[in-house]
């Protein structure tokens, strides 16, 4: 049982360089999130999916896109990365998007560092 | 906006029991969340409160106050293995807001 993943582990970019952390979960959750989490500040939201076909627009997503294709895959993807990206992002599932108990699973994270 | 405030950092013996308190403003509630994060792992689930009062989980205790916006955790019976970062979350329009977590340092 696989969970939640995330890849890569960890990653070193050149700024102004593309970059897409993948994210897949495998208990048909409904709803996914990007977080980043800095020193401090503790989780920020960037992006989020309700359901497969949707996505919003978290507390930070300037810089970030997301889509999501199917209920699986909820990739993130830097366009032009700059240093002030230098983070450590996590991706969660939960079961519904619009519940109250709307308690998350969280991947292991991918540290990235932009130069 | 989102305003989570949470103590940065609580040292504790071993066998003791600390208490982390969380206050917030939020624009909507539907619930409050308390997640432990090892260093260097991903957020793991410790509670949920929704009504005012006291969950109680095993050596874990979260309790809630909606008219005060004020929650605590409660951790007894100090493990080292309870040492870990503690956030409080809240389940504000259907999303997360985090605060910024409390390091708690158990010591022997």
């Known amino acids: 049982i696989a969970g939640i993943t995330q890849a890569p582990t960890s990653q070193i970019l050149a700024a102004g360089r593309r970059m897409t952390l993948r994210c897949t979960q495998d208990m048909r959750h409904n709803a996914m999130y990007w977080y980043r989490q800095d020193l401090g500040l503790g989780l920020r939201l960037i992006h989020y999916?309700?359901?497969?076909?949707?996505?919003g627009k978290g507390e930070v997503p300037d810089g970030y896109s997301v889509s999501r294709a199917n209920t699986d895959d909820f990739p993130l993807t830097l366009a032009s990365a700059v240093p002030s990206q230098t983070s450590v992002y996590f991706c969660?599932?939960?079961?519904?998007?619009?519940?109250?108990?709307?308690?998350?699973?969280f991947g292991p994270g991918t540290r990235l560092t932009v130069l | 906006g989102q305003n989570i405030d949470q103590p940065t950092e609580m040292t504790a013996t071993e066998g003791a029991i600390v208490q982390i308190n969380c206050t917030y403003q939020t624009s909507g509630f539907n619930g409050l969340f308390w997640y432990q994060q090892h260093a260097g792992e991903a957020p793991t689930f410790l509670s949920y409160n929704v009504l005012d009062g006291l969950e109680e989980k095993g050596r874990f205790s979260s309790f809630l106050s909606r008219s005060k916006g004020y929650s605590y955790l409660l951790l007894k019976e100090l493990q080292m293995k309870d040492s870990a970062s503690y956030l409080c979350?809240?389940?504000?329009?259907?999303?997360?807001?985090f605060g910024a977590g409390t390091t708690v340092t158990v010591r022997a």
């Open positions: 999916s309700n359901t497969a076909g949707t996505t």
């Open positions: 979350a809240v389940n504000d329009d259907y999303k997360l807001s």
């Open positions: 969660a599932s939960s079961p519904s998007g619009t519940s109250g108990y709307n308690e998350q699973f």
